[in-house]
Protein backbone atom coordinates (compact mmCIF):
# COMPACT_ATOMS: atom_id res chain seq x y z
CA UNK A 1 0.00 0.00 0.00
CA UNK A 2 2.88 2.33 1.15
CA UNK A 3 4.80 1.59 -2.17
CA UNK A 4 1.59 2.17 -4.30
CA UNK A 5 1.22 5.95 -2.34
CA UNK A 6 4.77 6.35 -3.15
CA UNK A 7 4.38 5.77 -6.71
CA UNK A 8 1.70 7.69 -7.27
CA UNK A 9 2.86 10.45 -5.62
CA UNK A 10 6.17 10.21 -7.56
CA UNK A 11 4.20 9.53 -10.96
CA UNK A 12 2.28 13.13 -9.92
CA UNK A 13 5.25 15.05 -9.13
CA UNK A 14 6.66 14.04 -12.35
CA UNK A 15 3.84 15.22 -14.40
CA UNK A 16 4.24 18.91 -12.78
CA UNK A 17 7.61 18.68 -13.80
CA UNK A 18 6.19 17.84 -17.47
CA UNK A 19 4.29 20.42 -17.13
CA UNK A 20 6.56 23.19 -16.15
CA UNK A 21 9.33 22.28 -19.20
CA UNK A 22 6.74 22.45 -21.68
CA UNK A 23 7.72 25.85 -23.79
CA UNK A 24 4.78 28.19 -23.49
CA UNK A 25 2.55 28.65 -26.88
CA UNK A 26 4.35 30.94 -29.27
CA UNK A 27 1.89 32.95 -31.43
CA UNK A 28 3.53 34.14 -34.74
CA UNK A 29 3.67 37.90 -35.28
CA UNK A 30 4.94 38.28 -31.36
CA UNK A 31 1.80 40.67 -31.02
CA UNK A 32 1.05 41.41 -27.33
CA UNK A 33 -2.37 40.70 -25.84
CA UNK A 34 -3.83 40.41 -22.24
CA UNK A 35 -7.02 37.97 -21.23
CA UNK A 36 -7.83 40.75 -18.84
CA UNK A 37 -8.55 43.71 -21.29
CA UNK A 38 -10.61 45.15 -18.85
CA UNK A 39 -8.13 45.72 -16.95
CA UNK A 40 -5.60 47.26 -19.29
CA UNK A 41 -8.29 49.81 -20.16
CA UNK A 42 -8.74 51.22 -16.87
CA UNK A 43 -4.79 51.56 -16.79
CA UNK A 44 -5.34 53.67 -19.67
CA UNK A 45 -8.20 55.51 -18.06
CA UNK A 46 -6.07 56.33 -15.14
CA UNK A 47 -2.89 57.91 -17.29
CA UNK A 48 -4.32 60.98 -17.85
CA UNK A 49 -5.81 62.12 -14.88
CA UNK A 50 -2.09 60.93 -12.76
CA UNK A 51 0.72 62.25 -12.28
CA UNK A 52 3.78 60.94 -14.28
CA UNK A 53 5.91 58.77 -11.89
CA UNK A 54 9.79 58.83 -12.25
CA UNK A 55 8.84 54.59 -12.28
CA UNK A 56 6.19 52.83 -13.41
CA UNK A 57 6.27 49.76 -11.40
CA UNK A 58 4.06 47.37 -9.52
CA UNK A 59 3.59 49.57 -6.31
CA UNK A 60 2.53 52.71 -8.48
CA UNK A 61 0.43 50.61 -10.65
CA UNK A 62 -1.25 48.51 -7.45
CA UNK A 63 -1.35 51.81 -5.30
CA UNK A 64 -2.17 54.37 -7.34
CA UNK A 65 -3.81 53.48 -10.41
CA UNK A 66 -5.29 50.73 -7.59
CA UNK A 67 -5.06 48.04 -9.94
CA UNK A 68 -4.02 44.75 -7.99
CA UNK A 69 -4.23 41.27 -8.06
CA UNK A 70 -3.15 38.47 -11.33
CA UNK A 71 -5.17 40.31 -13.39
CA UNK A 72 -2.50 43.58 -13.25
CA UNK A 73 0.52 41.80 -14.14
CA UNK A 74 0.25 42.09 -17.79
CA UNK A 75 -0.21 45.90 -17.70
CA UNK A 76 3.37 47.07 -17.10
CA UNK A 77 5.23 44.78 -19.75
CA UNK A 78 1.99 45.74 -22.42
CA UNK A 79 3.09 49.19 -21.69
CA UNK A 80 6.67 48.78 -22.59
CA UNK A 81 6.19 46.72 -25.73
CA UNK A 82 3.76 49.70 -27.07
CA UNK A 83 6.45 51.96 -26.12
CA UNK A 84 4.90 54.04 -23.18
CA UNK A 85 7.72 52.65 -20.91
CA UNK A 86 11.36 52.00 -21.38
CA UNK A 87 12.44 48.85 -20.58
CA UNK A 88 13.38 49.87 -16.26
CA UNK A 89 9.73 51.25 -16.55
CA UNK A 90 10.63 54.92 -16.89
CA UNK A 91 7.78 56.92 -19.19
CA UNK A 92 8.43 57.82 -22.41
CA UNK A 93 8.07 60.86 -23.97
CA UNK A 94 4.34 59.48 -25.35
CA UNK A 95 3.36 58.24 -21.94
CA UNK A 96 3.53 62.06 -21.30
CA UNK A 97 1.61 63.06 -24.63
CA UNK A 98 -1.12 60.29 -24.11
CA UNK A 99 -1.50 62.45 -20.84
CA UNK A 100 -2.70 65.62 -22.91
CA UNK A 101 -5.90 66.15 -24.65
CA UNK A 102 -4.08 67.35 -27.96
CA UNK A 103 -1.40 64.15 -27.64
CA UNK A 104 -3.65 61.33 -26.58
CA UNK A 105 -4.54 60.24 -30.24
CA UNK A 106 -1.01 60.23 -31.48
CA UNK A 107 0.17 58.72 -28.67
CA UNK A 108 -2.10 55.93 -28.98
CA UNK A 109 -1.46 55.80 -32.58
CA UNK A 110 2.05 54.92 -32.03
CA UNK A 111 1.37 52.74 -29.62
CA UNK A 112 -0.65 50.75 -32.51
CA UNK A 113 2.33 51.00 -34.40
CA UNK A 114 4.97 50.16 -32.25
CA UNK A 115 3.37 47.09 -30.55
CA UNK A 116 1.09 45.66 -33.54
CA UNK A 117 3.56 46.25 -36.39
CA UNK A 118 2.44 43.49 -38.10
CA UNK A 119 -1.03 44.61 -38.55
CA UNK A 120 -0.02 47.91 -39.72
CA UNK A 121 2.69 45.91 -42.46
CA UNK A 122 -0.58 44.80 -43.61
CA UNK A 123 -3.01 48.01 -43.77
CA UNK A 124 -1.81 50.99 -42.15
CA UNK A 125 -4.87 52.46 -41.54
CA UNK A 126 -5.28 49.61 -39.19
CA UNK A 127 -6.17 52.29 -36.32
CA UNK A 128 -9.14 53.21 -38.50
CA UNK A 129 -10.58 49.27 -39.48
CA UNK A 130 -13.38 47.86 -38.30
CA UNK A 131 -13.18 45.03 -35.66
CA UNK A 132 -13.73 42.32 -38.44
CA UNK A 133 -10.96 43.40 -41.06
CA UNK A 134 -8.82 43.56 -37.86
CA UNK A 135 -9.33 39.65 -36.26
CA UNK A 136 -9.24 39.27 -40.27
CA UNK A 137 -5.57 40.29 -39.98
CA UNK A 138 -4.33 38.82 -36.68
CA UNK A 139 -5.86 35.59 -37.90
CA UNK A 140 -4.08 35.71 -41.34
CA UNK A 141 -0.72 36.92 -39.47
CA UNK A 142 -1.05 34.26 -36.60
CA UNK A 143 -2.54 31.43 -38.30
CA UNK A 144 -5.33 30.81 -35.80
CA UNK A 145 -8.57 30.38 -36.19
CA UNK A 146 -10.89 33.25 -35.52
CA UNK A 147 -12.76 31.34 -32.86
CA UNK A 148 -9.48 30.57 -31.00
CA UNK A 149 -9.36 33.01 -27.81
CA UNK A 150 -5.76 34.51 -28.52
CA UNK A 151 -7.17 35.81 -31.43
CA UNK A 152 -9.81 37.58 -29.23
CA UNK A 153 -7.28 38.65 -26.60
CA UNK A 154 -5.05 40.40 -29.52
CA UNK A 155 -7.48 41.90 -30.70
CA UNK A 156 -8.85 43.50 -27.62
CA UNK A 157 -5.57 44.68 -26.46
CA UNK A 158 -5.31 45.94 -29.93
CA UNK A 159 -8.60 47.94 -29.53
CA UNK A 160 -7.92 49.39 -25.90
CA UNK A 161 -5.39 51.55 -28.00
CA UNK A 162 -7.47 52.28 -30.47
CA UNK A 163 -10.14 54.01 -29.15
CA UNK A 164 -7.92 56.75 -28.49
CA UNK A 165 -6.33 56.46 -32.22
CA UNK A 166 -9.29 56.77 -33.82
CA UNK A 167 -8.66 60.58 -34.12
CA UNK A 168 -5.34 60.83 -35.10
CA UNK A 169 -4.28 61.89 -38.32
CA UNK A 170 -1.25 60.90 -40.47
CA UNK A 171 1.01 64.07 -41.99
CA UNK A 172 1.38 62.49 -45.80
CA UNK A 173 4.18 63.57 -47.71
CA UNK A 174 3.84 66.38 -50.13
CA UNK A 175 4.65 65.94 -54.06
CA UNK A 176 7.77 68.26 -54.70
CA UNK A 177 7.66 67.95 -58.46
CA UNK A 178 6.34 70.16 -60.28
CA UNK A 179 3.70 69.30 -64.15
CA UNK A 180 7.09 69.59 -65.65
CA UNK A 181 8.70 66.71 -63.81
CA UNK A 182 11.25 69.46 -62.49
CA UNK A 183 11.70 69.98 -58.81
CA UNK A 184 9.55 72.95 -57.24
CA UNK A 185 11.58 75.68 -55.46
CA UNK A 186 8.92 76.76 -53.40
CA UNK A 187 7.38 76.19 -50.49
CA UNK A 188 4.29 74.26 -50.14
CA UNK A 189 1.53 73.57 -47.88
CA UNK A 190 -0.33 70.08 -47.40
CA UNK A 191 -3.72 69.85 -46.41
CA UNK A 192 -3.27 69.44 -42.81
CA UNK A 193 -1.12 72.83 -42.17
CA UNK A 194 1.73 71.27 -41.66
CA UNK A 195 4.49 73.49 -43.75
CA UNK A 196 7.12 72.23 -45.84
CA UNK A 197 10.78 74.07 -46.06
CA UNK A 198 12.41 74.24 -49.55
CA UNK A 199 15.99 74.43 -49.52
CA UNK A 200 18.11 74.36 -52.74
CA UNK A 201 15.01 72.77 -54.53
CA UNK A 202 14.69 70.12 -52.39
CA UNK A 203 11.85 70.17 -49.73
CA UNK A 204 11.71 69.08 -45.65
CA UNK A 205 8.95 68.10 -44.00
CA UNK A 206 8.63 69.34 -40.55
CA UNK A 207 7.09 67.80 -38.15
CA UNK A 208 6.53 69.09 -34.63
CA UNK A 209 6.25 67.02 -31.46
CA UNK A 210 5.89 69.52 -29.07
CA UNK A 211 6.69 68.99 -25.03
CA UNK A 212 3.60 68.51 -22.79
CA UNK A 213 3.95 72.35 -20.52
CA UNK A 214 1.45 74.56 -19.67
CA UNK A 215 4.59 77.71 -19.99
CA UNK A 216 3.55 79.37 -22.99
CA UNK A 217 7.16 80.54 -23.22
CA UNK A 218 8.78 77.31 -24.10
CA UNK A 219 6.26 77.00 -27.35
CA UNK A 220 7.56 80.83 -28.68
CA UNK A 221 11.22 79.71 -27.78
CA UNK A 222 10.64 77.11 -30.10
CA UNK A 223 8.61 78.49 -32.93
CA UNK A 224 11.00 81.97 -32.86
CA UNK A 225 13.77 79.55 -32.99
CA UNK A 226 12.39 77.64 -36.29
CA UNK A 227 10.98 80.88 -37.83
CA UNK A 228 14.74 82.25 -37.64
CA UNK A 229 16.98 79.67 -38.43
CA UNK A 230 14.98 77.44 -40.64
CA UNK A 231 11.99 79.39 -42.51
CA UNK A 232 13.38 82.03 -44.76
Do not use: W
Amino acid sequence: MAEKEARSGADALAGKEEKKSQPNREIAGNMPYTTSVGVLKRALQKIPVSERPPKFNKDFLNTVFEITGGSSIPVIPILKRVGFLTSDGTPTNYYSEFQTSGGKASAALHALKTGFAEIFKRNQYAHKADRDKIVDTIVSITGLTRTDRIVGYIYGTFSAFQEYAQGAEEVKPVPTTGANGSDTATPTQDRSGSPLLSLNGISYHINLVLPATTNIEIYNTIFRSIRENLIK
